[in-house]
Structures are given as C-alpha cells and as structure tokens.
C-alpha cells in the first residue's frame, strides 16, 4: 500500500526552528517530484518547496532562505528543515509525491506546525 507519513510537527516560539519528515512506503520516491504545503486556518492550501529527482530545488518567496527541502533516496525521505519561524508560518504542512509520467499523485495526512509565544 503507498503511503506517505509526516512527523516532526509541534509547538516552537518565533524564530525557532523545526525538522519535518515525510517518509515514503510502497513506492520508491527517486523518480518522482516531491513537494511541502501548507494550510493556515481558513486559507486555501500553498505550495512551500520543491525538490526534484536530481535534487533541484523552488521555494516560495515567503519562506525563501528560512526553509531547506531536502531528499534522502537511501532512507526513502524527505525532508524539510524550518529556521527562524514566524507566526505567519502556523499551519498543517503536508508532503506530496508527484509522478506526471505515470500520473501518480500521493498526499500524505499532514502534521502540525504552531509557531506561538
């Protein structure tokens, strides 16, 4: 069965920083696109950072040289590594694995990130 599981969701005061994973099962993620996004309380959901198969990265601007997308191929991962969090940074993040060639898109459950003094 795929799935996707992230972890590493919590509570942090601004201008801390958390790790996020998305460990991928029942699939090999090498050849597919993945992806971190984000969705506040009565806000539509966002796009936060890419990383492809040869580990080229896009970020949105919000979060641009604050945020780090990374991929572990060898422990099937992803990672997103969060400095000097904001407020504004509060929501649920989930990960996505796309492969447009076989027209796979997979969504993992989401993890909570609250960024409060």
């Known amino acids: 069965q795929v799935q996707l599981v992230e972890s590493g969701g919590g509570l942090v005061q601004p201008g801390g920083s958390l790790r996020l994973s998305c460990a991928a099962s029942?699939?090999?993620?090498?050849?597919?696109?993945m992806s971190w996004h984000r969705q506040a309380p009565g806000k539509q959901r966002e796009l936060v950072a890419v990383?492809?198969?040869?580990?080229?990265?896009n970020y949105a601007d919000s979060v641009k040289g604050r945020f780090t997308i990374s991929r572990d191929n060898a422990k099937n991962t992803v990672y997103l590594q969060m400095n000097s969090l904001k407020p504004e940074d509060t929501a649920v993040y989930y990960c996505?694995?796309?492969?447009?060639?076989?027209?796979?898109?997979?969504w993992g459950q989401g993890t909570q990130v609250t960024v409060s003094s």
């Open positions: 996505r694995a796309n492969f447009p060639l076989a027209g796979r898109v997979y």
């Open positions: 029942g699939f090999t993620l090498n050849n597919y696109l």
């Open positions: 990383v492809s198969s040869d580990s080229s990265t």
